[in-house]
């Protein structure tokens, strides 16, 4: 089968579309034929080295497809069912091995396409605007990259919980989709201070909550644009990570909680894994939930997928189509 590894760590170039056996499966396993994966800003630093792992990699974390052949144990999926997973590495490929415990089913109404999408960012969206600071009616959120992956599904489900949303983005076609997406106030934050424009918006009061996952060059005016008591969420370093924080700065600038949350421990029991699913694929047959989906390449063209993510050419969702 074909897959794209990552023997040495570096830029897109790094990424290799190799011939490779297809994995074998244990009786705890699932053989899935990939329809789509998904491409994730996590791809790229692994790919990069910022997250370590261990190399030759099969990159990818996330995607859905077919169940093809099922290990002996496993009881709740069989062939031909439509499945979707993220958090197992090996993804850029046609099949991959999957644990069983580790897929959930995609309901009938949800496209396979739309399944790859909707795990890795959508369950992101859920636990950080559901459980990191679950929003409400009132609260007022800052969404750094609001036309990203993540950052448009966050914008929604904000809006679905009542909040007023703030967004950043980079450019005037990224602020008419986050806007259409719901965002109530866009700052173009390559063009005016969002720390001033926050403050303006909020009439000095600033915000309950701010969703940052730009990271190096966002993160001190994320910590000015809060009230006090706020919550800064750093979940992300698109621009690069944030080194150095002295936590006095929480108390000097009013009592603040910060926290650096990752997916992978908000779905690591089978229970949160199928609840966050499940509301996220309800959300979609609904109506509720719009996924952009207008980054689709071919797995070969994986270097270009990952150029055009970094090079904040995309907006919504990226596929790799096997
Ligand atoms: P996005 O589609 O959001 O792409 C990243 C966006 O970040 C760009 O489009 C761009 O938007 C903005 N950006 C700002 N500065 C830069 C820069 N210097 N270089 C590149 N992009 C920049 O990607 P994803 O939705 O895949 O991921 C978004 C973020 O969320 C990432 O930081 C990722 O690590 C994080 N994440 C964290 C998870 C967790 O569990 N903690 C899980 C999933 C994602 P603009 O042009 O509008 O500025």
């Avoid at 904000?158 to 990224?174: C, L, N, P, Q, Y």
């Amino acid at each position: 089968m074909k897959a794209i590894q990552v023997k040495e760590h570096g830029g897109p170039e790094k990424m290799m579309l190799e011939e490779v056996e297809i994995p074998t499966i244990d009786s705890s396993k699932v053989l899935v034929k990939m329809g789509a994966s998904g491409v994730n800003f996590i791809d790229t630093y692994q790919r990069s080295g910022l997250y370590p792992v261990q190399l030759p990699l099969t990159l990818g974390m996330e995607g859905a497809g077919v169940v093809e052949k099922t290990g002996s144990d496993v009881k709740n999926f069989s062939q031909g069912d439509r499945v979707a997973f993220t958090g197992i590495p090996g993804a850029y490929a046609e099949y991959i091995s999957a644990p069983a415990d580790r897929l959930v089913h995609i309901p009938d109404g949800v496209s396979i396409n739309e399944g790859a999408a909707a795990m890795l960012q959508g369950m992101t969206a859920h636990f950080l605007t559901r459980s990191t600071y679950p929003l409400k009616k009132g609260d007022t959120c800052l969404i750094h990259a609001a036309a990203g992956g993540v950052g448009l599904l966050m914008v929604q489900m904000a809006k679905m919980a009542g909040a007023h949303v703030i967004g950043t983005v980079s450019t005037d076609e990224k602020a008419a989709l986050a806007k259409a997406a719901g965002a109530d106030d866009i700052i173009l934050y390559t063009q005016s201070d969002f720390e001033e424009e926050v403050s303006k918006l909020t009439d000095g009061k600033g915000v309950n909550v701010a969703y940052d996952s730009v990271g190096k060059a966002t993160f001190d005016k994320s910590i000015n644009c809060l009230q006090a008591r706020g919550y800064m969420v750093l979940y992300g370093n698109a621009s690069g990570p944030v080194t150095e924080f002295n936590p006095m700065t929480l108390m000097q600038k009013g009592s603040l909680f910060l926290t650096r949350p990752t997916l992978f421990s908000h779905i690591g029991d089978r229970e949160s894994l199928e609840q966050r699913s499940k509301d996220v694929f309800q959300w979609i047959k609904e109506k509720k939930l719009h996924l952009r989906l207008e980054h689709n390449f071919p797995l070969s063209e994986a270097q270009e997928a990952h150029q055009s993510l970094e090079g904040r050419k995309t907006t919504g969702k990226v596929l790799l189509i096997p």
